[in-house]
């Protein structure tokens, strides 16, 4: 348990900001679910529709350093690529 009150106040804030960054890691992990689902069925536009969503989210995850920009990068190429794929 903290000791002092600004030990105190830093826990309160961590887990504050575990929170919100726990809902951005979940909002990634649904769009990138959604994709690989389009892909699965192998509709291009519907692959594509979500691949921009989750795009975005993405983009806005590595912004907030939720996850780095990075790992950011690399799955938007890998999905491009992917969707690239299809016939």
Do not use: C, F
Request: hydrophobic residues 40%; without cysteine.
């Amino acid at each position: 348990m903290p000791q002092t009150h600004s030990a105190e106040k830093h826990l309160r804030v961590s887990e504050r900001r575990r929170a919100i960054n726990d809902r951005w890691r979940r909002k990634v992990r649904e769009a990138m679910h959604t994709v690989r689902g389009a892909l699965a069925t192998g509709e291009k536009k519907a692959a594509h529709e979500a691949y921009m969503a989750a795009s975005s989210v993405l983009d806005r995850a590595a912004r907030r350093h939720v996850i780095p920009a990075q790992r950011a990068a690399r799955r938007k190429s890998r999905l491009a690529a992917a969707i690239a794929k299809l016939k």
